[in-house]
C-alpha cells in the first residue's frame, strides 16, 4: 500500500482552507449587502415620510389657519376673546397629543437591520454542530 505523500494532503488541506475563506468571504458580502439595502430602504422610506409629513402640515396648517380667521370674524362684536382664547386651547390640546402620538411612533419602528440579523442567526445556526 502507498502511503499519501504529504505535499499531496497539505496541498488538499491549503486547497480546503482557501475554499472556506472564499465561501466565508462570499456569505459576508451577501450580509453586507443585504446591510446596505436595508439601509437604503429605510433612507427612502424616512424621506418619503418626511415629504408626506411637510405636506400634510403645510395643507393642514392653511386650512386650520383659515378656520380660525373664519371663527374670530364670526364671533368678532360679541365674543372675539372668547373664541380666541378657546381656539389657542384646542390648538394647544391638539398639538400635545400629536407630539405624543409622534412619540409612541417613533418608538414602534421596526428594528434596524432586522433581516440582517435574521440571516446572520440562521447562518450561526447552520455552523454551530448538534
Known amino acids: ?4 505523500v504529504s505535499g499531496e494532503a497539505g496541498a488538499g488541506i491549503v486547497q480546503s482552507l482557501r475554499n472556506l475563506a472564499a465561501t466565508l468571504v462570499a456569505i459576508l458580502r451577501t450580509r453586507f449587502e443585504l446591510v446596505a439595502t436595508e439601509l437604503e430602504e429605510e433612507r427612502i422610506r424616512l ?4 415629504f408626506w409629513a411637510a405636506g400634510a402640515l403645510f395643507f393642514f396648517g ?8 373664519l371663527l374670530v370674524a364670526v364671533f368678532w362684536d360679541s ?8 381656539l389657542a386651547v384646542i390648538f394647544l390640546a391638539a398639538g400635545i397629543g400629536m407630539a405624543f402620538g409622534v412619540r409612541r411612533r417613533m418608538h ?7 433581516a440582517s440579523l435574521d440571516e446572520l442567526a440562521k447562518d450561526r445556526d447552520h455552523l454551530t454542530p448538534r
Open 1 to 4: 500500500m502507498s502511503e499519501p
Open 47 to 50: 424621506l418619503q415620510l418626511l
Open 62 to 69: 392653511v386650512g386650520i389657519l383659515l378656520v380660525v380667521f
Open 79 to 86: 365674543y372675539r376673546i372668547a373664541a380666541i382664547v378657546a
Open 108 to 114: 414602534a419602528r421596526p428594528k434596524l437591520f432586522s
